[in-house]
């Protein structure tokens, strides 16, 4: 086993010491004159060199030792973005660099479209009412817990940094589950029909939590006033976006690719669907929203209906299409997100501390969620590991969290960012082996 896994190695080792070398060899004013001597462009393009060259590094050792490959991309943005610390300063531009800053962004959005079309409204609809139940219980008991126990670690902080991390904590990556279920061959168990319907509503809760928290900072760093009904309109504005955007969109969306069927020229589809997703996207940033909450919407409301007309004629599924461009821009994000880590933070304690607290808090908000299932058939215990991994939807709430200022100040430290970002890790790490354990030994 050990001569399989040095020789599955080898071919990476030779690669990633190659570019180490270049990289050590290269002064660091090589990187800083691209900018002076080619402009904006050659920066860029650097940046984009430096960037996939770790996300694909990172992603292929991961998947190696059968973990995500999200976390190979956040694990080598953590060493680029930490290079400083051996003398090497090249990489430093490259944390505040708009360009790529825009492309992450863009590549969330893309990641949330993604995530609403490998669901439906039909799909959703269909769940019953406990799976409802998992995803209300899931949602609200991380929040609580993570409320109580960053007020207690971290008492100092403000409210805004308090209602921040409990929101990351509702977060589910339903990703991480739905391959383990693949894998073992339980996708179609009941266990797995309520944890992945129940991932769907939880991600719609949680992007109601997140849009609802960055509203009310935003109004806080406007100096406006941040009471109770203005909280309430803030959550029945996200709630009725995303129910609006869903029930006019059914309405909307035949007519709107029967017209783009009518166009010749290769790629319609593909640009009517990134079209439909991006003016979602947009609208909710207007109305005081996160953009990935239209981006997500938009991928809920496509089905394989609307694109029945243009694959009779020979073109892929709008899911095919669109995963180059996410393979390029996502891990932008994810690595970007590493780079923003910062090692120093991790010699303070109560850091540590502080991540573990969260981490425990993390899983035993999701196991009270098993606790509403009474079917003594249910593998309940399953379906509360189920619902552990935050996997990429954490990091996206942690990356908006670091974004957010009030008076010029950032909402969320790099401590308590470097904590959120441990928690996940952690929780998207412990889950694959557990949620087999539990599903086998119910079956035993």
């Known amino acids: 086993m050990y001569k399989t896994i040095r020789m599955n190695l080898l071919p990476l080792s030779i690669i990633a010491s190659a570019i180490g070398l270049f990289v050590i060899s290269t002064p660091s004013e090589v990187f800083a004159a691209a900018d002076e001597d080619g402009g904006v462009v050659l920066e860029v393009l650097l940046g984009l060199i430096v960037i996939l060259i770790a996300a694909k590094l990172g992603g292929d050792l991961f998947e190696r030792f059968k973990q995500p490959a999200v976390l190979g991309e956040l694990f080598f943005g953590i060493l680029i973005g930490n290079a400083y610390l051996f003398g090497f300063t090249g990489f430093e531009a490259f944390k505040t660099d708009l360009t790529l800053e825009i492309l992450a962004e863009i590549g969330v959005i893309i990641l949330l479209f993604q995530v609403g079309l490998e669901s439906t409204v039909k799909d959703m609809l269909k769940v019953g009412p406990t799976a409802l ?44 589950t739905a391959r383990v279920l693949k894998d073992i061959g339980k996708s179609q168990s009941p266990e797995a029909k309520i944890i992945l319907g129940a991932a769907v509503i939880d991600d719609i809760l949680g992007l109601v939590i997140l849009s609802t928290v960055v509203a009310v900072i935003a109004a806080a760093n406007g100096g406006g006033g941040v009471s109770v009904g203005a909280i309430s309109w803030i959550v029945a504005k996200a709630g009725l976006f995303i129910a609006g955007a869903i029930i006019i969109g059914s309405f909307v969306v035949p007519y709107f690719f029967r017209f783009g069927f009518v166009l010749k020229g290769r790629g319609v589809m593909l640009s009517f669907s990134l079209l439909f997703c991006f003016v979602l996207a947009y609208i909710s940033g207007l109305v005081g929203l996160a953009p990935i909450v239209g981006a997500f919407a938009a991928g809920l409301v496509l089905e394989k209906v609307h694109f029945r007309d243009f694959v009779s ?41 502080f ?34 991994p935050r996997g990429e939807v954490g990091l996206i709430f942690a990356g908006i969290g670091a974004r957010l200022t009030i008076g010029a100040e950032p909402v969320v430290s790099a401590a308590t960012y470097s904590a959120v970002v441990i928690m996940v890790i952690v929780t998207t790490l412990v889950t694959p082996p557990l949620l087999k354990w539990a599903l086998m030994r119910g079956e035993k």
């Open 133 to 176: 139940l998992v995803a209300v219980v899931g949602v609200v008991a991380p929040f609580l817990l993570g409320l109580g126990v960053t007020e207690l670690i971290a008492p100092n902080e403000s409210i805004y940094v308090h209602i921040f991390v409990a929101a990351t904590l509702t977060a589910t990556s339903v990703g991480i």
């Open 313 to 353: 004629r020979g073109e892929q599924e709008v899911d095919h299409l669109i995963e180059p461009i996410a393979t390029f821009l996502v891990p932008i994000f994810f690595v970007r997100m590493g780079m923003q880590v910062d090692l120093m933070t991790f010699a303070n304690g109560e850091v540590l501390w």
């Open 355 to 388: 991540a573990a607290a969260l981490t425990v808090v993390a899983v035993v908000g999701k196991q009270v969620c098993s606790l509403v299932i009474f079917d003594k058939t249910i593998n309940r215990l399953a379906i509360g590991l189920g619902m552990i």
